[in-house]
């Protein structure tokens, strides 16, 4: 990951995901919230490893909603009520194999401006600390970035 302090290895990636069982849990998942919906969707769990110290996993959970259910754009909080229950179903299976160091949330809608091309991703990227809930409150005090 360029300016991060962090190094990827995808080979040593995937047999890490697949000896602590996440593999096979993002593989439900996967089946549950992307290959059932008729949109866009997309869910990835990516491991790297400190740069000083290759012994330490940096993991993070990645997962794109493509929205085209809600005839116009919901605004910041109806967004979070959308995503929150499907997001802290994967969180949760997730750590029961391992910890997260982070989520990032990519949520997409057709806001129909022809100036914008019709896309719109809001993204939210959270550190998962201890201090992090996991809970319904999960996603209240992250703040969304735009992306265009």
């Known amino acids: 990951m360029p300016n991060r302090a962090s190094v990827g290895d995808n080979y040593r990636s995937k ?12 593989s439900r998942l996967h089946h549950t919230y992307v290959s059932a919906s008729r949109y866009y969707r997309f869910l990835a769990c990516n491991v790297y490893w400190n740069y ?9 959970l990645r997962f794109d909603y493509a929205d085209y259910e809600n005839a116009k754009l919901p605004d910041d909080e109806q967004i979070k009520e959308i995503l929150t229950p499907i997001v802290l179903d994967c969180i949760l299976q997730a750590e029961e194999h391992l910890t997260l160091d982070r989520i990032k949330l990519l949520y997409y809608h057709p806001d129909f401006d022809l100036n914008e091309k019709a896309k719109t991703w809001r993204i939210i990227d959270l550190p998962l600390t201890d201090e992090i809930p996991r809970t319904k409150k999960l996603l209240d005090g992250a703040q969304f970035s735009i992306n265009k």
């Open 15 to 26: 047999v890490f995901l697949q000896e602590t069982g996440v593999t096979d849990t993002l």
């Open 52 to 60: 000083v110290d290759p012994t330490i996993s940096i993991i993070y």
